[in-house]
């Protein structure tokens, strides 16, 4: 029987989604025997917990929720629009409305001199607050493994709708 790209591409996202929504699986690093996450300041550790290679100045005032593991598989819709700060809170604002992003764990956001910055994980910067940006990934709802998954609590004031973030496509 032969599977269509697009269902093949579908039955590689929903797998871990599954799975990972009936408790096969764990991120790295918890155990089944504690429910309450370690948390590291990304100034410091980098997605597996080793230091990494290059200076990050966090900015305290920006919450950036990140997962604590990188995702194996990504939605593929596109979300664009302008990289901003609202209420303290990252998000992408466009023709489309504000997404907060939930990034993935192998990027930083570093203020260079008062400028936002988003960085990847070689410490290159690939977008600043008020530039256009283009994320893969999707629309998700908050839910209490979404919430799991999370490095850090959102804080109340950062409010849907959520995106989780594929890949980077671009920032111009």
Same mark, same amino acid.
């Given at each position: 029987m032969m599977i269509g790209n697009k269902k093949l591409k579908l039955i590689v996202w929903l797998i871990p989604l599954v799975a990972s929504l009936l408790g096969c699986t764990a991120p790295a690093g918890s155990s089944p025997q504690s429910s309450t996450p370690t948390? %590291? #300041?990304v100034s410091t550790y980098g997605p597996l917990g080793e230091d990494i290679p290059f200076a990050v100045t966090p900015?305290?005032?920006v919450h950036f929720p990140q997962l604590r593991t %990188? #995702? =194996?598989a990504f939605m593929e819709a596109l979300l664009q629009g &302008? @990289? =901003?700060v609202t209420e303290g809170c990252l998000r992408v604002t466009g023709s489309g409305g504000s997404h907060l992003v939930i990034w993935q764990p192998d990027f930083f956001v570093n203020n260079n001199k008062g400028v936002i910055e988003i960085l990847d994980r070689n410490g290159e910067v690939v977008a600043r607050v008020g530039e256009e940006i283009r994320i893969g990934g999707g629309e998700v709802p908050l839910t209490e &493994? @979404? &919430?799991q998954l999370l490095r850090e609590p959102l804080p109340e004031q950062c409010r849907g709708p959520y995106w989780s973030m594929g890949e980077l496509v671009s920032s111009e």
């Open positions: 948390i %590291r #300041s900015d305290p005032t %990188r #995702s =194996a &302008k @990289l =901003a &493994k @979404l &919430k």
